[in-house]
Protein backbone atom coordinates (compact mmCIF):
# COMPACT_ATOMS: atom_id res chain seq x y z
CA UNK A 1 0.00 0.00 0.00
CA UNK A 2 1.06 3.52 -0.45
CA UNK A 3 0.19 5.20 2.60
CA UNK A 4 0.29 9.67 3.20
CA UNK A 5 0.70 10.54 7.22
CA UNK A 6 -0.38 13.97 7.73
CA UNK A 7 0.95 16.00 10.86
CA UNK A 8 1.01 19.93 11.93
CA UNK A 9 4.76 19.40 12.64
CA UNK A 10 7.36 16.91 12.37
CA UNK A 11 10.26 17.09 14.33
CA UNK A 12 11.51 13.71 15.39
CA UNK A 13 12.41 13.15 19.37
CA UNK A 14 10.13 16.83 20.22
CA UNK A 15 6.98 15.49 21.39
CA UNK A 16 4.64 12.48 21.97
CA UNK A 17 3.28 12.94 18.47
CA UNK A 18 6.10 13.08 15.95
CA UNK A 19 7.71 10.26 18.14
CA UNK A 20 4.33 7.95 17.48
CA UNK A 21 4.46 9.09 13.46
CA UNK A 22 8.12 8.04 13.15
CA UNK A 23 7.85 4.51 14.53
CA UNK A 24 4.86 4.28 12.46
CA UNK A 25 6.24 4.84 9.16
CA UNK A 26 9.27 3.09 9.85
CA UNK A 27 7.49 0.15 10.84
CA UNK A 28 5.03 0.14 7.77
CA UNK A 29 7.82 0.93 5.61
CA UNK A 30 9.77 -2.39 7.06
CA UNK A 31 6.41 -4.35 6.41
CA UNK A 32 6.72 -3.37 2.53
CA UNK A 33 4.23 -0.55 2.22
CA UNK A 34 5.54 3.07 0.23
CA UNK A 35 5.13 5.93 3.24
CA UNK A 36 5.30 9.77 2.92
CA UNK A 37 5.01 12.24 5.69
CA UNK A 38 3.14 15.66 5.25
CA UNK A 39 3.96 18.28 7.34
CA UNK A 40 5.26 21.53 7.67
CA UNK A 41 8.84 22.65 6.57
CA UNK A 42 11.74 21.98 8.70
CA UNK A 43 15.14 22.05 8.14
CA UNK A 44 15.33 18.22 10.09
CA UNK A 45 13.79 16.88 7.87
CA UNK A 46 16.78 16.06 5.40
CA UNK A 47 18.91 14.68 8.09
CA UNK A 48 16.68 11.91 8.73
CA UNK A 49 15.71 8.27 6.85
CA UNK A 50 12.12 9.07 6.00
CA UNK A 51 10.67 10.52 2.78
CA UNK A 52 8.97 13.85 3.97
CA UNK A 53 7.18 16.57 1.99
CA UNK A 54 7.90 19.33 3.55
CA UNK A 55 4.70 22.51 3.29
CA UNK A 56 5.01 26.04 3.72
CA UNK A 57 4.03 27.38 7.34
CA UNK A 58 3.66 29.88 9.59
CA UNK A 59 5.80 30.32 12.28
CA UNK A 60 4.26 30.15 15.89
CA UNK A 61 6.12 29.35 18.76
CA UNK A 62 3.31 28.63 21.01
CA UNK A 63 2.64 25.62 18.66
CA UNK A 64 4.25 22.41 19.07
CA UNK A 65 7.42 22.21 17.07
CA UNK A 66 6.60 26.45 16.51
CA UNK A 67 5.13 25.85 12.79
CA UNK A 68 1.54 26.32 11.46
CA UNK A 69 1.34 24.68 8.00
CA UNK A 70 -0.73 26.00 5.40
CA UNK A 71 -0.82 25.06 1.95
CA UNK A 72 -3.78 23.38 0.97
CA UNK A 73 -3.26 23.82 -2.85
CA UNK A 74 0.79 22.44 -2.52
CA UNK A 75 -1.07 19.69 -0.25
CA UNK A 76 -3.47 18.43 -3.12
CA UNK A 77 -0.93 18.49 -5.88
CA UNK A 78 1.48 16.55 -3.60
CA UNK A 79 -0.84 14.05 -2.77
CA UNK A 80 -2.44 13.59 -6.61
CA UNK A 81 1.51 13.02 -7.14
CA UNK A 82 1.82 10.44 -4.99
CA UNK A 83 -1.52 8.90 -5.34
CA UNK A 84 -1.74 7.22 -2.02
CA UNK A 85 -4.22 4.49 -0.91
CA UNK A 86 -5.22 6.12 2.23
CA UNK A 87 -4.20 9.22 4.44
CA UNK A 88 -3.46 8.81 8.06
CA UNK A 89 -4.34 12.00 9.49
CA UNK A 90 -2.43 13.08 12.92
CA UNK A 91 -3.60 16.19 13.16
CA UNK A 92 -6.53 17.97 14.22
CA UNK A 93 -5.34 21.59 13.75
CA UNK A 94 -4.80 23.36 10.13
CA UNK A 95 -2.67 20.27 8.54
CA UNK A 96 -5.52 18.03 9.73
CA UNK A 97 -8.26 20.44 7.68
CA UNK A 98 -6.10 20.51 5.09
CA UNK A 99 -6.33 16.74 4.82
CA UNK A 100 -9.71 15.79 4.86
CA UNK A 101 -10.21 18.89 1.66
CA UNK A 102 -7.44 16.85 -0.25
CA UNK A 103 -8.96 14.12 0.76
CA UNK A 104 -12.80 15.20 -0.56
CA UNK A 105 -11.05 16.56 -3.99
CA UNK A 106 -9.04 13.40 -4.99
CA UNK A 107 -11.81 10.89 -3.48
CA UNK A 108 -8.97 9.26 -0.97
CA UNK A 109 -9.85 7.25 1.72
CA UNK A 110 -9.22 8.55 5.17
CA UNK A 111 -8.82 8.05 8.52
CA UNK A 112 -7.80 9.86 11.81
CA UNK A 113 -6.75 9.37 15.20
CA UNK A 114 -6.96 11.82 18.07
CA UNK A 115 -3.85 12.04 19.97
CA UNK A 116 -4.55 15.30 21.69
CA UNK A 117 -6.78 15.89 24.97
CA UNK A 118 -7.62 19.56 24.23
CA UNK A 119 -10.07 20.19 26.65
CA UNK A 120 -7.14 19.66 29.19
CA UNK A 121 -4.89 21.80 27.28
CA UNK A 122 -7.20 24.62 27.73
CA UNK A 123 -6.19 24.55 31.71
CA UNK A 124 -2.42 25.42 30.23
CA UNK A 125 -3.42 28.34 27.97
CA UNK A 126 -1.49 31.70 28.33
CA UNK A 127 -4.90 33.12 29.69
CA UNK A 128 -5.90 30.24 32.24
CA UNK A 129 -9.46 28.51 31.67
CA UNK A 130 -9.24 26.17 33.96
CA UNK A 131 -12.58 25.11 35.19
CA UNK A 132 -14.51 26.88 32.78
CA UNK A 133 -17.41 24.54 32.01
CA UNK A 134 -18.28 25.93 28.71
CA UNK A 135 -14.89 26.54 26.91
CA UNK A 136 -13.86 23.05 28.10
CA UNK A 137 -17.79 21.93 26.09
CA UNK A 138 -16.61 24.12 23.38
CA UNK A 139 -13.34 22.21 23.27
CA UNK A 140 -14.92 18.48 23.01
CA UNK A 141 -17.57 20.03 20.50
CA UNK A 142 -14.98 20.92 18.22
CA UNK A 143 -12.53 17.63 19.19
CA UNK A 144 -15.35 15.75 18.04
CA UNK A 145 -16.99 17.95 15.13
CA UNK A 146 -13.80 17.38 13.75
CA UNK A 147 -13.64 13.64 14.08
CA UNK A 148 -17.04 13.00 13.08
CA UNK A 149 -15.81 13.68 9.06
CA UNK A 150 -13.47 10.62 9.63
CA UNK A 151 -15.11 7.38 8.59
CA UNK A 152 -12.63 5.59 10.72
CA UNK A 153 -11.41 7.32 14.37
CA UNK A 154 -8.13 5.68 15.95
CA UNK A 155 -6.75 6.97 19.79
CA UNK A 156 -3.89 5.32 21.91
CA UNK A 157 -6.13 4.66 25.27
CA UNK A 158 -9.58 3.17 26.31
CA UNK A 159 -9.80 6.20 28.75
CA UNK A 160 -9.61 8.54 25.76
CA UNK A 161 -11.91 6.63 23.49
CA UNK A 162 -14.61 6.63 26.15
CA UNK A 163 -13.70 10.37 26.71
CA UNK A 164 -14.83 10.70 22.64
CA UNK A 165 -17.81 8.40 22.31
CA UNK A 166 -19.07 10.15 25.53
CA UNK A 167 -19.02 13.23 23.95
CA UNK A 168 -20.27 13.18 20.64
CA UNK A 169 -18.32 10.99 18.68
CA UNK A 170 -20.47 8.07 16.29
CA UNK A 171 -18.06 7.14 14.42
CA UNK A 172 -16.04 3.60 14.51
CA UNK A 173 -13.34 4.07 16.67
CA UNK A 174 -10.65 1.85 17.90
CA UNK A 175 -8.11 1.67 20.12
CA UNK A 176 -4.00 1.49 19.00
CA UNK A 177 -1.31 1.72 21.00
CA UNK A 178 1.49 4.61 19.65
CA UNK A 179 3.88 1.55 20.24
CA UNK A 180 7.28 1.45 21.31
CA UNK A 181 10.32 0.05 19.33
CA UNK A 182 11.57 -2.85 21.77
CA UNK A 183 14.25 -3.83 20.42
CA UNK A 184 15.06 -0.22 20.46
CA UNK A 185 14.04 0.51 24.22
CA UNK A 186 14.60 -2.49 26.13
CA UNK A 187 16.00 -3.49 29.55
CA UNK A 188 18.98 -2.03 31.64
CA UNK A 189 21.18 -4.89 32.04
CA UNK A 190 21.97 -4.56 27.96
CA UNK A 191 23.51 -1.01 28.74
CA UNK A 192 26.38 -0.33 31.15
CA UNK A 193 28.22 2.87 32.63
CA UNK A 194 30.65 3.52 34.73
CA UNK A 195 29.56 6.93 35.55
CA UNK A 196 25.61 6.75 36.60
CA UNK A 197 24.65 8.94 39.61
CA UNK A 198 24.11 7.55 42.84
CA UNK A 199 20.08 8.01 42.44
CA UNK A 200 18.40 9.33 39.18
CA UNK A 201 15.22 10.51 39.09
CA UNK A 202 14.03 11.17 35.43
CA UNK A 203 11.71 13.30 33.27
CA UNK A 204 11.81 12.84 29.42
CA UNK A 205 9.53 15.76 27.41
CA UNK A 206 7.94 18.85 26.12
CA UNK A 207 9.07 21.84 28.53
CA UNK A 208 5.78 23.28 28.73
CA UNK A 209 3.34 23.90 31.39
CA UNK A 210 1.05 20.85 30.52
CA UNK A 211 3.49 18.60 31.36
CA UNK A 212 3.47 19.76 35.25
CA UNK A 213 7.53 19.81 35.56
CA UNK A 214 7.04 21.98 38.17
CA UNK A 215 5.48 19.15 40.36
CA UNK A 216 8.47 16.39 40.05
CA UNK A 217 10.54 19.13 41.18
CA UNK A 218 9.38 20.39 43.65
CA UNK A 219 8.87 16.59 44.99
CA UNK A 220 12.12 16.19 44.34
CA UNK A 221 13.18 19.01 46.57
CA UNK A 222 11.11 17.99 49.50
CA UNK A 223 13.89 14.89 49.39
CA UNK A 224 16.71 16.56 48.82
CA UNK A 225 18.17 17.18 52.80
CA UNK A 226 17.34 13.57 53.57
CA UNK A 227 18.75 11.79 50.35
CA UNK A 228 21.41 13.72 49.25
CA UNK A 229 22.38 10.80 46.87
CA UNK A 230 19.36 11.31 44.29
CA UNK A 231 19.68 13.75 40.96
CA UNK A 232 17.12 15.31 39.13
CA UNK A 233 17.90 14.78 35.43
CA UNK A 234 15.63 16.70 33.02
CA UNK A 235 15.36 15.86 28.95
CA UNK A 236 13.63 18.41 26.68
CA UNK A 237 13.08 21.66 25.17
CA UNK A 238 10.36 23.83 25.41
CA UNK A 239 9.30 27.14 26.32
CA UNK A 240 9.45 26.83 30.35
CA UNK A 241 12.82 25.66 30.81
CA UNK A 242 13.99 29.52 31.85
CA UNK A 243 11.41 29.13 34.24
CA UNK A 244 11.90 25.83 35.89
CA UNK A 245 15.18 26.48 36.10
CA UNK A 246 14.68 29.34 37.93
CA UNK A 247 12.29 27.17 40.28
CA UNK A 248 15.19 24.10 40.68
CA UNK A 249 17.27 27.51 42.18
CA UNK A 250 14.22 29.06 44.28
CA UNK A 251 14.20 25.85 45.65
CA UNK A 252 17.78 25.37 46.14
CA UNK A 253 18.20 22.00 44.45
CA UNK A 254 20.29 23.52 40.71
CA UNK A 255 23.23 21.80 41.23
CA UNK A 256 21.02 18.44 41.52
CA UNK A 257 19.21 19.22 38.70
CA UNK A 258 20.60 19.17 34.98
CA UNK A 259 18.73 19.79 32.02
CA UNK A 260 20.19 18.23 29.19
CA UNK A 261 17.78 19.65 26.71
CA UNK A 262 17.42 17.79 23.27
CA UNK A 263 18.38 14.25 23.39
CA UNK A 264 17.54 12.21 19.41
CA UNK A 265 15.70 9.52 20.29
CA UNK A 266 17.83 6.73 19.09
CA UNK A 267 20.15 7.81 22.13
CA UNK A 268 17.23 8.26 24.62
CA UNK A 269 17.17 4.32 25.51
CA UNK A 270 20.91 4.39 27.49
CA UNK A 271 19.41 7.48 29.43
CA UNK A 272 16.29 5.33 29.96
CA UNK A 273 18.58 2.55 31.22
CA UNK A 274 20.94 4.49 33.20
CA UNK A 275 18.46 6.09 35.45
CA UNK A 276 16.61 4.49 38.38
CA UNK A 277 13.21 5.63 38.01
CA UNK A 278 10.64 7.37 35.89
CA UNK A 279 8.75 10.37 37.01
CA UNK A 280 5.75 12.15 35.62
CA UNK A 281 3.29 14.36 36.30
CA UNK A 282 1.38 15.48 33.41
CA UNK A 283 -2.56 14.98 33.80
CA UNK A 284 -3.53 15.39 29.77
CA UNK A 285 -1.42 12.04 28.69
CA UNK A 286 -3.79 10.40 26.10
CA UNK A 287 -1.00 7.82 26.28
CA UNK A 288 2.03 8.59 27.75
CA UNK A 289 5.02 7.47 25.13
CA UNK A 290 7.78 8.92 27.29
CA UNK A 291 6.31 6.30 30.47
CA UNK A 292 5.92 3.48 27.66
CA UNK A 293 9.43 4.05 26.72
CA UNK A 294 10.78 4.13 30.34
CA UNK A 295 8.99 0.89 31.27
CA UNK A 296 10.08 -0.85 28.02
CA UNK A 297 13.70 -0.75 29.14
CA UNK A 298 13.44 -1.75 32.80
CA UNK A 299 11.66 1.08 34.93
CA UNK A 300 9.50 1.56 37.44
CA UNK A 301 7.47 4.72 36.76
CA UNK A 302 5.62 7.19 39.18
CA UNK A 303 2.59 9.10 37.61
CA UNK A 304 -0.71 10.91 38.22
CA UNK A 305 -3.88 9.27 38.36
CA UNK A 306 -5.26 11.06 35.40
CA UNK A 307 -6.44 10.15 31.82
CA UNK A 308 -4.27 7.73 30.26
CA UNK A 309 -1.50 6.90 32.54
CA UNK A 310 -3.52 4.63 35.03
CA UNK A 311 -3.70 2.56 31.43
CA UNK A 312 -0.25 1.93 31.50
CA UNK A 313 0.93 2.43 35.57
CA UNK A 314 -0.46 -0.60 37.81
CA UNK A 315 -0.21 0.84 40.97
CA UNK A 316 2.09 -1.06 43.54
CA UNK A 317 2.71 -3.45 40.39
CA UNK A 318 5.17 -1.60 37.64
CA UNK A 319 4.90 1.67 40.05
CA UNK A 320 2.92 4.09 41.76
CA UNK A 321 0.23 6.54 41.13
CA UNK A 322 -0.52 9.75 43.01
CA UNK A 323 -2.84 12.42 42.92
CA UNK A 324 -2.57 15.45 40.23
CA UNK A 325 -0.80 18.42 41.16
CA UNK A 326 0.06 16.34 44.45
CA UNK A 327 3.86 17.84 45.40
CA UNK A 328 3.64 15.59 48.80
CA UNK A 329 2.17 12.17 47.21
CA UNK A 330 4.81 12.36 44.88
CA UNK A 331 7.89 12.80 47.10
CA UNK A 332 6.19 10.12 49.53
CA UNK A 333 5.88 7.38 46.17
CA UNK A 334 9.06 8.39 45.16
CA UNK A 335 11.06 8.22 49.05
CA UNK A 336 9.17 4.42 49.14
CA UNK A 337 12.13 3.58 46.24
CA UNK A 338 14.77 5.33 48.57
CA UNK A 339 13.30 3.11 51.29
CA UNK A 340 13.26 0.01 49.60
CA UNK A 341 15.35 -0.44 46.68
CA UNK A 342 14.52 -3.71 46.03
CA UNK A 343 11.19 -2.13 44.43
CA UNK A 344 13.30 -0.50 41.32
CA UNK A 345 14.03 -4.18 40.19
CA UNK A 346 10.73 -6.00 41.15
CA UNK A 347 8.28 -3.26 39.56
CA UNK A 348 11.46 -2.58 36.92
CA UNK A 349 10.70 -6.10 35.61
CA UNK A 350 6.85 -6.11 35.19
CA UNK A 351 6.91 -2.78 33.60
CA UNK A 352 8.97 -4.25 31.33
CA UNK A 353 6.95 -7.07 30.94
CA UNK A 354 3.86 -5.27 30.21
CA UNK A 355 5.51 -2.70 27.15
CA UNK A 356 5.55 -5.97 25.03
CA UNK A 357 2.71 -5.74 24.43
CA UNK A 358 3.05 -2.50 22.68
CA UNK A 359 5.36 -3.76 20.21
CA UNK A 360 5.12 -1.22 16.75
CA UNK A 361 4.64 -4.59 14.46
CA UNK A 362 1.82 -5.41 16.19
CA UNK A 363 0.65 -1.49 15.72
CA UNK A 364 1.09 -1.58 12.51
CA UNK A 365 -0.25 -4.61 11.77
CA UNK A 366 -3.66 -2.87 13.26
CA UNK A 367 -3.64 -0.06 11.72
CA UNK A 368 -2.91 -2.14 8.28
CA UNK A 369 -6.00 -3.86 8.63
CA UNK A 370 -7.74 -0.61 8.97
CA UNK A 371 -6.48 0.98 5.99
CA UNK A 372 -7.52 -2.05 3.97
CA UNK A 373 -11.27 -2.00 5.21
CA UNK A 374 -11.20 1.26 4.96
CA UNK A 375 -10.57 1.73 0.99
CA UNK A 376 -12.75 -1.15 0.78
CA UNK A 377 -15.80 0.79 1.97
CA UNK A 378 -15.07 3.40 0.21
CA UNK A 379 -15.01 1.42 -3.01
CA UNK A 380 -18.22 0.12 -2.43
CA UNK A 381 -19.80 3.67 -1.36
CA UNK A 382 -18.09 5.09 -5.02
CA UNK A 383 -19.90 1.91 -6.82
CA UNK A 384 -22.92 2.34 -5.37
CA UNK A 385 -22.62 5.87 -6.34
CA UNK A 386 -22.06 5.26 -9.97
CA UNK A 387 -24.53 2.59 -10.62
CA UNK A 388 -26.99 5.32 -9.22
CA UNK A 389 -28.67 3.72 -5.99
CA UNK A 390 -27.78 3.25 -2.76
CA UNK A 391 -26.22 6.39 -0.26
CA UNK A 392 -23.72 8.32 -1.11
CA UNK A 393 -20.25 7.94 0.69
CA UNK A 394 -21.36 11.79 2.96
CA UNK A 395 -24.76 9.30 3.76
CA UNK A 396 -22.24 6.19 4.43
CA UNK A 397 -19.98 7.70 7.05
CA UNK A 398 -23.14 9.36 8.64
CA UNK A 399 -24.87 6.21 9.79
CA UNK A 400 -21.59 4.90 11.22
Request: charged fraction near 20%.
Amino acid sequence: MKIALTIDSFVEGQGGVSTAVAALARTLRERGQQVLIYTAADATHETIDLDVVGLRALRYERFPGGRVPLAPIRLIQELSNFAPDVIHNHSMSTMGFQALIASSILGIPIIGTCHVFLAGFLNYAPISLEGVPLVEDVAWRYTTAFFNRFPHVTTPSEVMRRCLISHGLHMPISVISNGVNTNLFCPKEKYHSNNKQPFTLLHVGRLSREKQIDVVIRAFARLSTDYPQVHLLIIGVGPEESDLRSLATDLGVSDRVDFAGFISHDQLPSYYSEADLFATASTIETQGLVALEAMACGLAVIGVDAMALPDLIQHEINGYLVPPEDETAFAAAIEQFLLKPELLQVMGRAASRQAQSHSLNNVAIAYEQIYMNVRQRSKRALFQQSKGHGPSMKEVNRSK
